[in-house]
């Protein structure tokens, strides 16, 4: 029996001096067999792909449906699968969402991607050779080619998967060194570049840019090598016109602890330059801390700096977005955390954690009074605007508050617009948002409510859960989650239901 949808359309207008929130909101309940709440890829102004594996009848089974931008269902199908097969990603390119799967419980086995056009829901089903035993870590796709990013004995892969001779290889270049798989990109023409971190020679943590054809054959490798007291920790990088590449992420005196971000600028040829940035030398790092703690800091600062001694901050930055900006300069987002641990629950009881340097971590069994980890608590995104040479401009900060996830992701989103940057992130059931420009505020945090499908709604407390934030199109967002939400619009009858939402938002 087919589920009956509940959309409701609402605007919420908020108005501030600067600031305008639109949001529109569809609804739709759960099925009683369903095992994971809906999943989202943006299809950009062609509406969005949702789906859900559920149970029904004891075959398991993929939900697939479109919406346009209106959230007008423009179709909906189901696809049989196997019950041992786990859905790991999915991409929208073109006129189709890629979807990667493969038995939970065999490393051996074959990986399937499913194919689907967004204009009917037709799909079809490849399946792709493993040839090495690995979990997939990333995953893209070209007009040519799949790629399926991975580790085996603990040294980084890429199996390319090419459609048209339905053969599979791993891409040249890999299983030198034991090292991390940071990026996979790809552009329109199918070119693959790969960065890699590992160890060089020395001992010392450096980056491997890989370039790729669309027939993943290798065109050429650069090694950014750090300076001698230096590891470059974690990088990502972005291609300009010309075959000029910038490479941007965090450097460190060791491989846990970042002390400060980097740049790299690459011409045509492969000769580079890296520049530098101690956390200390930025003017709005320290923001998020409150006022006499960041005087404090800022007067450390300044008596090491006349004093000729090195600065020294220890923390951990996970570097989400490197985008252009302006004329001729770039933005990079990175998100500031730390592992949190907390003494045992009954949850927790007897289980300890293995913290990883590389943003891992394990529980393993322990004490009654051993902590255990308690998940990793964000405190502050960091916007860094440099030239193509490198030069950092200028930089901001934004404060994170309350988020603590066991899972590390992007939590804030960047939206550059005409002479102003909107900084912004969802947690639990409020968008928090500042507008910036440049080094300068120009509307500090606002927080906007979600709305709901009719103002008698109430949403219980921490009645939402497992809410994301995602691009859209445009200057559009749209954010998902589950939310538990009672009404009394009738005196003595109170209605509660359970939904999966998205919020349509458009920020002005």
Not at 10 to 15: I, K, N, Q, V, Y
Not at 26 to 38: F, I, K, R, S, V
Not at 264 to 278: F, H, K, V
Request: charged share 25%.
């Amino acid at each position: 029996m087919r589920t009956r949808l509940f959309l409701a359309i609402l605007f919420f207008l908020t108005f501030s001096a600067l600031a305008q929130v639109s949001q529109t909101r569809y609804e739709m309940p759960l099925h009683d067999g369903q095992t994971d709440p809906y999943q989202s890829v943006s299809l950009g102004e062609n509406g969005l792909f949702l789906y859900a594996t559920f149970i029904a009848e004891g075959q398991y089974a993929i939900e697939v449906i479109r919406l346009d931008t209106t959230f007008t269902e423009k179709w909906r199908g189901y696809i049989k699968i196997e019950r041992n097969l786990l859905l790991y990603y999915s991409i929208y390119l073109n006129d189709r969402v890629f979807m990667l799967l493969k038995d939970r419980h065999n490393p051996l086995a074959e990986f399937q991607v499913l194919s689907i056009y967004i204009e009917n829901g037709n799909y079809s089903v490849r399946t792709v050779k493993t040839m090495l035993p690995f979990v997939p870590t990333n995953f893209a796709v070209t007009p040519k080619a799949v790629l399926i990013g991975g580790t085996f004995n603990y040294r980084p892969l890429v199996l390319y998967y090419n459609f048209e001779q339905d053969k599979s290889k791993i891409l040249p270049g890999f299983f030198n060194e034991a090292g991390e798989l940071d990026q996979m990109r790809t552009d329109e023409q199918g070119n693959i570049d790969v960065v890699v971190s590992g160890k060089n020679i020395s001992k010392r943590r450096s980056l491997w840019i890989r370039h790729y054809d669309p027939d993943g054959d290798l065109l050429k490798t650069i090694v950014l090598q750090p300076d001698e007291d230096k590891n470059l920790i974690y990088g990502r990088s972005i291609t300009q016109p010309g075959g000029y590449q910038v490479v941007c992420g965090v450097y460190g005196r060791y491989t846990e602890y970042s002390r400060g971000i980097f740049i790299a600028s690459i011409d045509p040829y492969g000769e580079y330059s890296i520049r530098y940035y101690n956390f200390g030398d930025l003017q709005k790092f320290f923001n998020y801390m409150k006022a006499r703690r960041e005087q404090r800091v800022k007067d450390r600062i300044e008596r090491r700096k006349i004093r000729g001694k090195k600065l020294r901050f220890n923390y951990r930055v996970l570097v989400s977005d490197l985008l252009p900006y302006g004329n001729g300069q770039f933005l990079m987002l990175g998100e500031a955390f730390y592992p949190h641990y907390s003494y045992p629950t009954t949850r927790t009881m007897g289980m300890t954690s293995v913290y990883s340097p590389r943003y891992g971590n394990v529980l393993v069994p322990g004490g009654r009074g051993d902590l255990v980890f308690d998940g990793f608590q964000y405190t502050h995104a960091v916007v860094v605007g440099f030239d193509n040479s490198g030069s950092l401009r200028w930089d901001n900060s934004f404060e994170i508050n309350d988020v603590r996830t066991y899972q590390l992701q992007q939590f804030v989103k960047v939206l550059p617009q005409d002479n102003r940057i909107a900084l912004l992130y969802l947690y639990d059931n409020v968008i928090r948002s500042k507008i910036i420009k440049d080094a300068d505020v120009i509307e500090g945090k606002s927080f906007d409510n979600l709305s709901t499908a009719f103002k008698e709604d109430v949403v219980k407390e921490r009645g939402t859960s497992q809410t994301k934030l995602e691009y859209w199109y445009d200057d559009v967002f749209y954010a998902t989650g589950i939310q538990q939400i009672t009404n009394s619009r009738e005196p003595g009858v109170t209605l509660n239901r359970k939904v999966f939402f998205i919020n349509r938002i458009e920020y002005k």
